[in-house]
């Protein structure tokens, strides 16, 4: 199985600040279909999970995020190594957030990583 | 919009078989461009993908090998659900339980249902 890491375990951030959340897998999600370089994506998501509330997907091939999540909401990074950035913490995104690796069955979800403001 | 109702008793025996249902209103469990999945998440395990059906023009199964052989996920067509069973449960069976779409176009879990806890205890 893919082992997906993530760091660090936990985060404290003021509002308005930038929040990084890294992930690492312990292969390459890249995978490109038909040999073409163009047609490379990163098996990798992101999810937002609120206390009692089931995870919400943010991001997914990476980069692309999902259709009315906000802009402060970034993903960056290929191979192995992917970031989430949060440009601007606000009130509302204090939860725990995943990586899951898609590349290969079974699916793996990083540990979580917990954002809680200062 | 998708949603994903899940439905199932919150408490099972230990070696009895858990049982969850989880209602598609807004998608078919037939589209040929999803899967449908049943995750978990405990505390010591996290989230743990326990696995899915799905339909390309006849219907397939896959499952985690942390769970195969006791596990059995089916589609309802006629309901427009699919069902999870796991059989021979212990207390590390205890987990909230999520069905889950995951559609092509993003290839990630992009409707989760509202979970399920599900203990296992006599």
């Not at chain 1, 199985?1 to 404290?12: A, E, G, K, N, R």
């Not at chain 1, 402060?72 to 989430?84: A, M």
């Not at chain 2, 989880?22 to 449908?36: F, K, M, P, Q």
């Amino acid at each position: 199985d893919i082992v997906m890491s993530q760091s660090p375990d936990s985060l404290v951030v003021s509002l308005g600040e930038r929040a990084t959340i890294n992930c690492r897998s312990s292969q390459s999600v890249l995978a490109c279909s038909n040999n073409k370089r163009s047609n490379c994506k990163n098996y990798l998501a992101w999810y937002q999970q609120k206390p009692g509330q089931p995870p919400k997907l943010l991001i997914y091939w990476a980069s692309t995020r999902k259709s009315g999540v906000p802009d402060r909401f970034s993903g960056s990074g290929s191979g192995t190594d992917f970031t989430l950035t949060i440009s601007s913490l606000q009130a509302e995104d204090v939860a725990v957030y995943y990586c899951q690796q898609y590349s290969d069955t079974p699916q793996t979800f990083g540990q979580g990583t917990k954002v809680e403001l200062k | 919009q998708v949603q994903l109702q899940q439905s199932g008793p919150g408490l099972v025996k230990p070696s009895q078989t858990l049982s969850l249902t989880c209602a598609i209103s807004g998608d078919s469990v037939s589209d040929n461009s999803a899967t449908w999945n049943w995750i978990r998440q405990s505390p010591s395990r996290g989230l743990e993908w326990l696995g899915r059906t799905y339909f390309r023009s006849k219907w397939f199964n896959d499952y985690s090998v942390s769970v195969n052989g006791r596990i059995s996920i089916n589609p309802d067509t006629s309901k427009n659900q699919f069902s999870l069973q796991l059989h021979s449960v212990t207390p590390e069976d205890t987990a909230v339980y999520y069905c889950a779409r995951e559609i092509a176009w993003t290839s990630a879990f992009d409707y989760w249902g509202q979970g399920t806890l599900v203990t296992v205890s006599s």
